[in-house]
T-cell receptor
Framework: AQSVTQPDIHITVSEGASLELRCNYS??????LFWYVQSPGQGLQLLLK??????LVQGIKGFEAEFKRSQSSFNLRKPSVHWSDAAEYFC????????????FGAGTRLFVKA | NAGVMQNPRHLVRRRGQEARLRCSPM?????VYWYRQLPEEGLKFMVY????????ESGMPKERFSAEFPKEGPSILRIQQVVRGDSAAYFC??????????????FGPGTRLTVL
C-alpha cells in the first residue's frame, strides 16, 4: 500500500540556519511527489513537485527537494530559514491512475527561533 | 483568476444535525477532490468527482457522507447526523481536465467543522 512517512513531528531551527525535513514514501511505481506548506488556519500551498527528470527540484520561497529512488526519500531543504517559514509541512505522493489520489504524510511542524 | 473557494470557512453543528460544505473550483477546472484533516494529522483523500460523476469515493465513509458535483453550481460534501468524530478541517481541491498524466491540484482554504 502507498504511504508517506515524515519521521519528525516537530523541528525547531534558528533563523538563518539550514533546514532539512525528511520524507520517505512507499509506492510501487514511479511516484509523483510533492511538498506542501500549511500556515495555521490556512489551506495548502504547493512548494514543489517531482514527476520525472532532474532529481533535484527547485520550488518557491527558496526551497528545494531531492528525489532519491534508492532510499525512497524526498527530503525538503532550505539553506537559510526565515521566521516566516514557521508552518506545517506536508510531504505527499500522488497515487491512483494519474496520481489523483494524493496521499499525505502526517506533517512536520517547523518552529523558528530568533 | 480566483482560487478554489470554500464556504463556510467555519461551521458549528450539534450532534445529529446535517453539515453541508461547498466548494467552487477554480475557473476552467472540472475535477474536484475532497480531503479531510483530523487534528494533528495529514490530509486523507475522501472522494474525487467530475461534473455529475463520482470517479472514486474509496476514502469516503460508507454511511452519512455523500458528495456531488452538479452540472451547475459548486460541489457539495454532505454529512448527515454528524457526530463529534466528524470534527475536522475539510479541504477541497480542483484540477483541470486530465489530458495528460497528472494535473496539479489546487487547494481551497478549507472548512473547519466543529460538532458540539
Amino acid at each position: 500500500a502507498q504511504s508517506v512517512t515524515q519521521p519528525d513531528i516537530h523541528i525547531t531551527v534558528s533563523e538563518g540556519a539550514s533546514l532539512e525535513l525528511r520524507c520517505n514514501y512507499s509506492y510501487g511505481a514511479t511516484p509523483y511527489l510533492f511538498w506542501y506548506v500549511q500556515s495555521p488556519g490556512q489551506g495548502l500551498q504547493l512548494l514543489l513537485k517531482y514527476f520525472s527528470g532532474d532529481t533535484l527540484v527547485q520550488g518557491i520561497k527558496g526551497f528545494e527537494a531531492e528525489f532519491k529512488r534508492s532510499q525512497s526519500s524526498f527530503n525538503l531543504r532550505k539553506p537559510s530559514v526565515h521566521w516566516s517559514d514557521a508552518a506545517e509541512y506536508f510531504c505527499a505522493v500522488g497515487a491512483g491512475t494519474g496520481g489523483f489520489k494524493t496521499i499525505f504524510g502526517a506533517g512536520t511542524r517547523l518552529f523558528v527561533k530568533a | 483568476n480566483a482560487g478554489v473557494m470554500q464556504n463556510p470557512r467555519h461551521l458549528v453543528r450539534r450532534r445529529g444535525q446535517e453539515a453541508r460544505l461547498r466548494c467552487s473550483p477554480m475557473k476552467g477546472h472540472s475535477h474536484v477532490y475532497w480531503y479531510r484533516q483530523l487534528p494533528e494529522e495529514g490530509l486523507k483523500f475522501m472522494v474525487y468527482l467530475q461534473k455529475e460523476n463520482i470517479i472514486d469515493e474509496s476514502g469516503m465513509p460508507k454511511e452519512r457522507f455523500s458528495a456531488e458535483f452538479p452540472k451547475e453550481g459548486p460541489s457539495i460534501l454532505r454529512i448527515q447526523q454528524v457526530v463529534r468524530g466528524d470534527s475536522a478541517a475539510y479541504f477541497c481541491a480542483s484540477s483541470q481536465e486530465r489530458d495528460r498524466a497528472y494535473n496539479e491540484q489546487f487547494f481551497g482554504p478549507g472548512t473547519r467543522l466543529t460538532v458540539l
